[in-house]
């Protein structure tokens, strides 16, 4: 009788437990972070119409559809993209509040400028969405019609040509320097305030080459108003199919590509970054968006990991940061 008592006894426990585990099932899931729950809201840094616009409302309307709400995008240009990295910082913890800028955000800006904040430590990327490499484009004057005639040219005409960059201490800016060191030549650099002043200037003949993202080149190249040397991709852009790669002309150094992505608080849960990753990857995967990509300049971003993303943006940042320290250039 104490025997049975005894095994009753050991016996409820384990019942108990076993309702335990039955009762936090739904409670778990009841306390699983919903997304989204309200309007959310891209930030793009840069101008109205410029690239991070273009890309954050393309994806605003394919997310919005994925995920049966609104998207709205809010341009915030300026101070580098600071501006726009401060709106995201400032937002609720709850991946309402989303980011779309290039990757010179972490690797370009805190070289150029002296941020206030470690902006690495401000914004994580979450997926890269779409790529393009850069394109040396020049004045049609130029007699050159290739990089290895223009080089040729420039050895030829020293003091008499230079290049342009779409900001000083950018990748615009430091291609030119690279190709400078590895081809022994001696072109001038002037920064400018954007691409379009800088294009502008190209055309006119007060510059005579620059360095420039495809997607406010190509326009330009298809109305033959400015001519293109060579392309920074690994392999020749399927935007560009007749314009080498620089890496195929002997100068792999100059290979680069920019990247724009979507940025979210490093802070924020990691099943909300996982949930709007899904459904960005789920967005980008629709043939109107790669269409819509190609018709601005860009391809489709590659399905990298955060973790990938990250430590591209680490290996970037050493990479430029040496250049510039070579010519002893200063944030501001």
Do not use: C
Not at 49 to 78: F, H, M, W, Y
Not at 219 to 242: D, N, W
Not at 246 to 263: C, D, I, N, R, S
């Amino acid at each position: 009788m104490q025997l049975h008592l005894v095994l009753n006894f050991l016996r409820r426990p384990a019942t108990l437990v076993g309702g335990a585990l039955m009762l936090s099932i739904p409670l778990a899931l009841a306390q699983a972070p919903k997304w989204p729950e309200k309007i959310v809201r891209i930030v793009a840094a840069g101008p109205a119409g410029g690239s991070a616009d273009i890309v954050a409302r393309l994806l605003a309307d394919q997310l919005g559809k994925q995920i049966g709400q609104t998207v709205i995008v809010e341009a915030k240009p300026g101070a580098g993209g600071m501006i726009a990295v401060n709106e995201l910082s400032m937002a609720p913890r709850d991946g309402q509040t989303l980011l779309v800028g290039v990757n010179s955000l972490v690797s370009e800006i805190p070289h150029i400028v002296r941020p206030a904040a470690n902006m690495a430590a401000e914004i994580k990327p979450l997926a890269e969405l779409a790529r393009g490499g850069l394109v040396m484009v020049g004045n049609l004057s130029l007699p050159a019609k290739t990089l290895p005639e223009l080089i040729g040219y420039v050895k030829s005409h020293p003091d008499k040509v230079n290049f342009a960059s779409y900001t000083a201490g950018t990748l615009s800016h430091v291609m030119g320097l690279q190709l400078n060191q590895a081809a022994g030549i001696d072109m001038a650099h002037v920064g400018y305030k954007g691409s379009t002043p800088a294009l502008q200037d190209l055309m006119g003949g007060h510059v005579q080459l620059m360095f420039d993202g495809m997607a406010t080149s190509i326009p330009l190249l298809k109305g033959g108003k400015i001519k293109a040397f060579a392309v920074s991709t690994p392999t020749r852009s399927p935007l560009l199919p007749a314009v080498p790669t620089f890496a195929e002309l002997g100068y792999p150094q100059l290979e680069a590509v920019a990247w724009m992505g979507l940025w979210v608080k490093p802070d924020l849960p990691a099943a909300l970054q996982a949930q709007i990753r899904d459904a960005t990857l789920k967005a980008l995967a629709q043939p109107a968006v790669r269409e819509r990509l190609q018709e601005v300049g860009f391809e489709v971003g590659q399905p990298r990991t955060p973790q990938e993303l990250s430590a591209s943006l680490k290996a970037d940042h050493e990479r430029i940061g040496a250049v510039l320290k070579s010519i002893g250039f200063k944030p501001e």
